[in-house]
């Protein structure tokens, strides 16, 4: 079955720590990949995504991933935390269907 | 880049009545748009796909008769809730998709329904 997990319901980093969020799928083709944010309140913004090509993907505010399709991982990096950073994470998939499927989230707090 | 606007961002009604949440693509025509539900602390979940001039298709679970849909221009779609009750009370986010079914999808600020 096809499916997209995240590790850890809620991350805390230091302000200036590095942030990992992991993302893992489950799928027998590899997967268009991404990672959103959300505030609270707020719709979900496109933090970066994966389709072809080069595996290391360089987003908005800071953030990578890489895909490494050995490992079926999707890892969303950033090497300073801010205090803006603070939001929820879904990392999302397209499998084979053309639908969009989220992961459970992760809850980023950013400690000053 | 790419916008999509979701009008209202809150609402609050009255139980039995019916609610209009609109969801329009601002600089790109979308074919598709999807309408997601998200309740506290959990991820989205998918309801419906919206295609532009036919009916929508619903996920399992999703009543049709209970969240309309409508896709009658490659802009704009609109999401009913009608005859609400306490337990819609939700948020409630479009998206939609520009061209390749594999594009990227880009979201509205969600709409906050509160059903008293």
Redesign the interface.
């Given at each position: 079955a096809q499916s997209v997990t995240q590790l850890g319901s809620h991350v805390s980093v230091s302000e200036g720590a590095l942030v990992l969020l992991r993302c893992n799928y489950s799928s027998s083709v590899p997967p268009y990949l991404f990672w959103y944010v959300q505030y609270p309140n707020q719709g979900l913004q496109l933090l970066l995504k994966y389709t072809t090509g080069a595996t290391l993907v360089k987003g908005i505010n800071g953030f990578e991933a890489e895909f490494k399709k050995s490992e079926t991982s999707f890892h969303l990096t950033k090497p300073s935390a801010h205090m803006s950073d603070a939001a929820e994470y879904f990392c999302a998939v397209i499998f084979n269907d053309y639908k969009l499927s989220f992961g459970a989230g992760t809850t980023v707090t950013v400690r000053a | 880049g790419a916008v999509?606007s979701?009008h209202p961002?809150r609402v609050i009604c009255k139980s039995g009545t019916s609610v209009k949440i609109e969801c329009r693509s601002l600089d790109f025509q979308a074919t598709t748009m999807?309408w997601y539900r998200q309740f506290p602390k959990?991820?989205?979940m998918?309801m419906a796909?919206s295609n532009e001039g036919s009916k929508a298709t619903y996920e399992q679970g999703v009543e049709k008769d209970k969240f309309l849909i409508n896709h009658a221009s490659l802009t704009l779609s609109t999401l009913t809730v009608t005859s609400a009750h306490p337990e819609d009370s939700s948020?409630y986010?479009c998206?939609a998709r520009e061209t390749g079914?594999?594009s990227?999808?880009?979201?509205?600020?969600?709409t906050?329904l509160t059903v008293t």
């Open positions: - | 999509v979701q961002s999807f959990q991820s989205l998918l796909t948020f986010i998206s079914d594999r990227p999808l880009h979201f509205g600020n969600g906050r």
